[in-house]
């Protein structure tokens, strides 16, 4: 499946779904003094979280452009992180909540996309009892209890809520350890998928109040389906970008090599 294939799928699998496929916003922030710029799917969508805006509908689903600071260091260290990227998306504003999100993203990933369950491993928050026993009536499987890493916000302040991550298993050919032990970092178990629950607006302080409404927040690394997808270990080597990199090499007249990638 090409990168514009899985953008395809994802969007079409949500909108056949009853959610608004809307296009991506600027990746400059609307309105929002407290972001440089657009890091995640949800972003533009704070104001429907914090309930300051009615959304078009109580379900959406986008491919957001983005470019995250808070791991940039990593990029050019590992094959799965980048400046900019996509991040495929699907949100619910006081509609579905953790059973309706956990259930699509397992329909999505193992019968639509056709992954083996088995390569599948996934994570709730250490104080979520209800998404654990989610996972295991929809998939049988025994999430992985986590704490400060289950728990996603989009900033210092703002909505925010415990979050239940889906990983990949590259395979033991890939150095690399399970999701919470030391070696989480080597790259054989990589997030493809992660379900916010947003139920909390953060305060400056730290303080956490109740959002009007439950609301869901997802975000899926589009080059990293890419390289899942495509049996590639290194995003860098997918359709996403191969040609880009030919045509750099092209213009330069340098060759790419595993010392210059
Ligand atoms: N908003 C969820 C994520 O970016 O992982």
Redesign the pocket.
């Known amino acids: 499946m090409t990168g514009n294939e899985i953008r395809e799928k994802f969007l079409k699998f949500f909108e056949e779904k009853q959610h608004l496929m809307l296009p991506s916003a600027s990746l400059i922030p609307q309105d929002d003094p407290t972001l440089l710029i657009i890091?995640?799917?949800?972003a533009p969508f704070k104001p429907f979280f914090t309930g300051k805006m009615k959304p078009p509908s109580p379900r959406i689903t986008t491919c957001q452009k983005?470019v995250?600071t808070g791991d940039i260091e990593n990029v050019g260290r590992t094959a799965r992180h980048h400046t900019f990227f996509e991040?495929l998306?699907n949100w619910s504003f006081g509609d579905y909540f953790k059973e309706g999100a956990i259930e699509m993203s397992w329909d999505l990933l193992t019968r639509v996309i056709g992954i083996d369950p088995a390569r599948l491993v996934v994570t709730a928050h250490e104080s979520d009892d209800e998404a654990a026993a989610i996972w295991r009536k929809v998939a049988g499987k025994e999430a992985i209890r986590l704490g400060k890493d289950n728990w996603?916000s989009?900033g210092d302040t703002g909505p925010c809520g415990p979050?239940s991550?889906i990983f990949y298993d590259f395979g033991e050919d890939v150095p690399g350890g399970m999701p919470g032990t030391p070696d989480e970092d080597g790259g054989r178990f990589v997030?493809i998928w992660?379900d916010?629950f947003m139920q909390y607006d953060r305060d400056a302080n730290g303080n956490l109040t109740p959002l009007p409404n439950k609301n869901v927040?997802?975000?899926a690394g589009l080059e990293r389906w890419a390289a899942m997808l495509q049996g590639k270990f290194d995003n860098y080597d997918t359709d996403l970008f191969v040609n880009l990199k030919r045509a750099v090499s092209d213009v330069t007249g340098v060759a790419e090599t595993p010392e210059n990638r």
Not at 39 to 42: F, L, R, S, T, V
């Open positions: 890091g995640a799917g949800m983005c995250r991040m998306g996603w989009a979050c991550e997030e992660n916010v927040d997802t975000g």
